[in-house]
C-alpha cells in the first residue's frame, strides 16, 4: 500500500512570506497528487492537485512540484495572507491506476501571523 | 446547494448502540468514498463504491462496519455495538470517475462521539 509522510507538522510564517510544505510517497506507480486545506471544523477542500505527467503546477499564490524520481511533491505558497492558516493535507493513491483509493499524510498546521 | 452532504452533522451514542450515517454525493457522481478523520490526522480510507458495487474495504473497516449504495446515490455507513474507539469524523466525498477528473469532493462530515 501506500506510504505517505508530510513535513514540517506545524509551521508558522509571517504574513507576505513564503511557506513550503513537502511529501514523500512511496508507490511508484501513483499519478495524482492533490493538496487540500481544512480549516477548523470544516471540510477538506481542494486547493491544488497535479498528475504525474508534469513537474509543476501553479495557480495564482499557490504552486506544486512534483519529482516523480525522487517521489516528493511539494506545496508552495507565496505572499501569504492570515486567511491561509488551516491544516494542509497532501494525498497519493494507494495502488495507482484510477481508483484514487486516497492516502493522506498527517497534515501540516499553517499559521500566518500579521 | 449542490455539494456532497451528509447526516447528521453530529452523533452522541451510548457504547453498544448502533448508528447508521447517510451521504449524498454531487449528482451524476459515480464514485462514492468513506473516510474516518480522527483528531491531528488526516482522513484514512473505510471504503468506496463504483455506482451501487462496493469496490473495496480497508483493514480498518471491522465486521461491525457496514456500507451501502444501494441504487448507485446515496449511501449509509452503519456501525454495529459502537466502541468508544470509533468516536471520529466521519467523511464522505464523491468523484466523478472519469479519466482527469479525478478530484474527489468531501462533504462536512458526521462527528460521532461514544460515550
Redesign the interface.
Known amino acids: 500500500g501506500e506510504n505517505v509522510e508530510q513535513h514540517p507538522s506545524t509551521l508558522s510564517v509571517q504574513e507576505g512570506d513564503s511557506a513550503v510544505i513537502k511529501c514523500t510517497y512511496s508507490d511508484s506507480a501513483s499519478n495524482y497528487f492533490p493538496w487540500y486545506k481544512q480549516e477548523l471544523g470544516k471540510r477538506p477542500q481542494l486547493i491544488i492537485d497535479i498528475r504525474s505527467n508534469v513537474g509543476e503546477k501553479k495557480d495564482q499564490r499557490i504552486a506544486v512540484t512534483l519529482n516523480k524520481t525522487a517521489k516528493h511533491f511539494s506545496l508552495h505558497i507565496t505572499e501569504t495572507q492570515p486567511e491561509d492558516s488551516a491544516v494542509y493535507f497532501c494525498a497519493a493513491p494507494r495502488g495507482g491506476g484510477s481508483n484514487y483509493k486516497l492516502t493522506f499524510g498527517k497534515g501540516t498546521l499553517l499559521t500566518v501571523n500579521p | 446547494d449542490t455539494g456532497?452532504s451528509q447526516n447528521p452533522r453530529h452523533k452522541i451514542t451510548k457504547r453498544g448502540q448502533n448508528v447508521t450515517f447517510r451521504c449524498d454525493p454531487i449528482s451524476e457522481h459515480n464514485?462514492l468514498?468513506w473516510y474516518r478523520q480522527t483528531l491531528?490526522?488526516?482522513?484514512?480510507?473505510l471504503t468506496?463504491f463504483q455506482n451501487e458495487a462496493q469496490?473495496?474495504k480497508s483493514r480498518l473497516l471491522s465486521d461491525r462496519f457496514s456500507a451501502e449504495r444501494p441504487k448507485g446515490s446515496f449511501s449509509t455507513l452503519e456501525i454495529q455495538r459502537t466502541e468508544q474507539g470509533d468516536s471520529a469524523m466521519y467523511?464522505c466525498a464523491s468523484?466523478s470517475g472519469l479519466?482527469g477528473q479525478?478530484?474527489?469532493?468531501?462533504?462536512?462530515?458526521t462527528r460521532l462521539l461514544v460515550l
Open positions: 456532497v464514485r468514498y491531528g490526522q488526516g482522513p484514512e480510507f468506496y469496490l473495496e467523511l468523484s479519466a479525478e478530484t474527489q469532493y468531501f462533504g462536512p462530515g
